[in-house]
């Protein structure tokens, strides 16, 4: 064992530290407390699914960041996302499962892209859907929209939900006769926050608009406040009938949000979500004072398109709880360093068993306690404490087994007192 | 969209349907609950690891079973255990780290073996260790067997943990000069419960034992019971150096054991637990009437050998959470359907937005209430929630709205009662 193998860590691959891996455990528990409450199952799909699965969508098309690799004769890839893993379990499974079909998942997916800030190779995704069996009410766009609201709340984290209907925008380049360049058009309106207006006019224009239909078209996205408002405006812009069915939905899920309580909803029509994914409603979420969405959802015409002649619509929604991490670590939300550790427990040589069973009752009790069992001095144990940055040290010598008092020591305080096995319990049970 | 491709799932891979999986997440939070009251730490470490690092114990040689591929120049695998990857981490931050370092993981993961009844290609690990610096106290080996045995009565099973010291074989195959033969006499005596006692003779008289040694080695094997009193019979069986080491720690071990109060722990020699990674304690759980272990660990002598000159010795615990979950599965530990709902809500037209804010409300007391918001006529509904085998069924019409009294019918007893929504959260806080 002489030459040794460097020790690293693939480039661009997530891996927190302890202490924060603890805080990130905590908000990933948080978010599953909210899904389970509200229905939702959870599913655990593999990591690795056949290539020809997987790359359904792109017609089998290898992106270059998609891991893929053979093994024996199996072409396989690692999941870059999870819905192509859901609408493979919902296709395999749609005889035995029941529609609407609600479930989380949490886990890890991998994109071989570039490396950089905020960007991750291995990163968590985070979603919530229900599936439909041929159709699927409105109610569970109000639901997913809902459930995003409530899993910010158990975060304790104020949002912003900004919903649209795509069918109003689509509706109104089909009035226009532009429909084969849809996609295009919602690309431009999709980065109009980022780019300046007359370079959005300018990308407008060159797809074969007029000035005029550029005007609107941008004073389209530009509405935004209470849905019912916005609804009421719009009806007499454009007689289209899938730019009525969109403010007719939009709505209808107002007022399904009413009944779901949520309080955190604002109608903005500039949300596009991508090009053509969604169909219906879409919705962003946004940190107070944030410009960059922690979250997304919306309504999908089929998921499993791929994978079966049956038509099954879904609606979802995915905290981006990676990235959420990494805006809550640098904004201080998390106030103080994580209790690895309630108490560190000191013995001598002839205390060590007491100070064990003291250890025990008391994690039996749910205190986090912990016996610095090395054998090694006081005052090594003192300052391994310290560097340990424990707030309490409980110091079980001879006398306190005799009395069966324990000296609590305040490492901050630098204070100390001497207490029995209840006191400390109750002692725990406050600061816990 | 006409070509469907087959929704399939590799061979080997281990997917749940839901209701498995509400339990198999059940039993994850609870040994993740017993890791944290315990102070071991989370750990998360990325699937993929540069295949130099994976491989370095094996010398960089590719074994069949690992999961290997490059992607642009990046050599890597996926990791076939979380010891190897803790090695890493523990490398690599090994002058930020706290020592003892107590570390848990619970994660997937991967080898490419033949599938086989109760093997899977992915699976989960479940993992706890204790990392010391240079030296590392008995009381860990303690700590560890008492976790194991939390994590177990945590789940609400019996286990019985026979427990081990290899250095007790180990000294007295160095008096017999046979220490060269050592990992050769190790795979036979693992293997004794196997094959027949004369088939073991044979291959242990092969490898160069007479029938003397052979027949005092299996004797030695055959040492159960109260470990106190196992070293006591043993004392002057051997001189062996090593051998009388083996037999203070085992008994310093025990010592400890009551510190911490383990009540199911028994010392078998026989515990051999494969061939070289061990070194002092080793043990295996098994559960009440098993054979087959569910879970083992031990103590190892340096972690990190292929990646730092440091010696850091640990001992771990692991579970076999797949397999666990299967025997448990199989022997009726999960009594019933598991509750994805505790009542399901049926609504009519006018009534649906009533229904969601009592869904809403009955939520937020804790109650795991869905409404049927598919818009199906009164008896489809309920057919619904016969399928889902929901137990409640809480039906709400324009009668129930202006009484604010609600008609919850058991499905079972077919039995049905007015209550308001104060006697409903106490009735599902009851039945919860």
């Given at each position: 064992m002489d030459k040794k193998i460097e020790p690293r860590k693939l480039k661009g691959f997530w891996e927190l530290m302890p202490d924060e891996q603890i805080l990130f455990s905590d908000l990933l528990?948080?978010?599953?407390?909210?899904?389970?409450?509200?229905?939702?199952?959870?599913?655990?799909?593999?990591?690795?699914?056949?290539?020809?699965?997987?790359?359904?969508?792109?017609?089998?098309?290898?992106?270059?960041?998609?891991?893929?690799?053979?093994?024996g004769d199996t072409d396989m890839c690692m999941r870059y996302d999870l819905t192509v893993p859901l609408a493979r379990f919902v296709a395999m499974h749609q005889n035995e499962l029941n529609f609407p079909f609600k479930r989380y998942q949490i886990g890890k997916v991998y994109r071989g892209e570039r490396p950089q800030k905020g960007r991750f190779r291995e990163f968590y995704q985070c979603d919530a859907d229900i599936i439909g069996d041929g159709e699927l009410s409105l109610v569970a766009d109000a639901e997913c929209i809902s459930l995003f609201e409530k899993c910010f709340k158990e975060l304790g984290l104020e949002v912003r939900i900004e919903v649209s209907n795509r069918k109003i925008l689509a509706g109104y380049i089909e009035e226009l006769k532009k429909s084969d360049k849809a996609t295009e058009i919602f690309i431009v309106l999709d980065k109009l926050e980022k780019i300046p207006l007359e370079d959005a006019m300018a990308e407008l224009q060159e797809i074969g608009l007029n000035a005029k239909e550029c005007e609107n078209i941008i004073k389209l996205t530009k509405n935004t406040g209470k849905i019912q408002k916005i609804v009421e405006n719009l009806?007499?812009?454009?007689?289209?009938?899938?730019?009525?069915?969109?403010?007719?939905?939009?709505?209808?899920?107002?007022?399904?949000?009413?009944?779901?309580?949520?309080?955190?909803?604002?109608?903005?029509?500039?949300?596009?979500?991508?090009?053509?994914?969604?169909?219906?409603?879409?919705?962003?979420?946004?940190?107070?004072?944030?410009?960059?969405?922690?979250?997304?959802?919306?309504?999908?015409?089929?998921?499993?398109?791929?994978?079966?002649?049956?038509?099954?619509?879904?609606?979802?929604?995915?905290?981006?709880?990676?990235?959420?991490?990494?805006?809550?670590?640098?904004?201080?939300?998390?106030?103080?360093?994580?209790?690895?550790?309630?108490?560190?427990?000191?013995?001598?040589?002839?205390?060590?068993?007491a100070g064990l069973e003291l250890m025990t009752r008391l994690r039996e009790n749910g205190v986090m306690a912990d016996c610095l069992y090395e054998a090694k001095s006081f005052k090594a144990k003192m300052k391994e404490a310290n560097k340990r940055g424990v707030k309490y040290v409980l110091i079980v010598g001879e006398d306190e087994v005799k009395d069966k008092e324990y000296t609590l020591k305040d490492m901050q305080a630098s204070q100390q007192e001497k207490l029995k096995f209840e006191d400390l319990i109750e002692k725990f049970a406050k600061n816990g």
């Amino acid at each position: 064992m002489d030459k040794k193998i460097e020790p690293r860590k693939l480039k661009g691959f997530w891996e927190l530290m302890p202490d924060e891996q603890i805080l990130f455990s905590d908000l990933l528990s948080k978010l599953e407390k909210v899904f389970k409450q509200n229905c939702f199952v959870p599913l655990d799909t593999p990591v690795l699914e056949y290539s020809d699965v997987l790359l359904a969508k792109s017609g089998g098309d290898v992106d270059k960041e998609i891991y893929r690799f053979t093994k024996g004769d199996t072409d396989m890839c690692m999941r870059y996302d999870l819905t192509v893993p859901l609408a493979r379990f919902v296709a395999m499974h749609q005889n035995e499962l029941n529609f609407p079909f609600k479930r989380y998942q949490i886990g890890k997916v991998y994109r071989g892209e570039r490396p950089q800030k905020g960007r991750f190779r291995e990163f968590y995704q985070c979603d919530a859907d229900i599936i439909g069996d041929g159709e699927l009410s409105l109610v569970a766009d109000a639901e997913c929209i809902s459930l995003f609201e409530k899993c910010f709340k158990e975060l304790g984290l104020e949002v912003r939900i900004e919903v649209s209907n795509r069918k109003i925008l689509a509706g109104y380049i089909e009035e226009l006769k532009k429909s084969d360049k849809a996609t295009e058009i919602f690309i431009v309106l999709d980065k109009l926050e980022k780019i300046p207006l007359e370079d959005a006019m300018a990308e407008l224009q060159e797809i074969g608009l007029n000035a005029k239909e550029c005007e609107n078209i941008i004073k389209l996205t530009k509405n935004t406040g209470k849905i019912q408002k916005i609804v009421e405006n719009l009806r007499n812009f454009c007689k289209n009938e899938v730019f009525q069915k969109g403010l007719n939905e939009f709505e209808e899920l107002a007022n399904h949000l009413e009944a779901f309580g949520t309080k955190c909803v604002v109608g903005n029509l500039g949300i596009i979500r991508g090009h053509n994914y969604y169909t219906g409603t879409v919705f962003e979420g946004f940190l107070k004072d944030g410009k960059d969405a922690v979250g997304a959802g919306g309504r999908f015409e089929n998921l499993c398109g791929y994978f079966s002649s049956r038509n099954m619509p879904g609606v979802g929604m995915s905290v981006g709880i990676t990235r959420l991490f990494s805006i809550l670590t640098q904004n201080g939300y998390f106030k103080e360093k994580t209790n690895e550790v309630d108490v560190s427990i000191i013995t001598f040589d002839d205390t060590l068993h007491a100070g064990l069973e003291l250890m025990t009752r008391l994690r039996e009790n749910g205190v986090m306690a912990d016996c610095l069992y090395e054998a090694k001095s006081f005052k090594a144990k003192m300052k391994e404490a310290n560097k340990r940055g424990v707030k309490y040290v409980l110091i079980v010598g001879e006398d306190e087994v005799k009395d069966k008092e324990y000296t609590l020591k305040d490492m901050q305080a630098s204070q100390q007192e001497k207490l029995k096995f209840e006191d400390l319990i109750e002692k725990f049970a406050k600061n816990g």
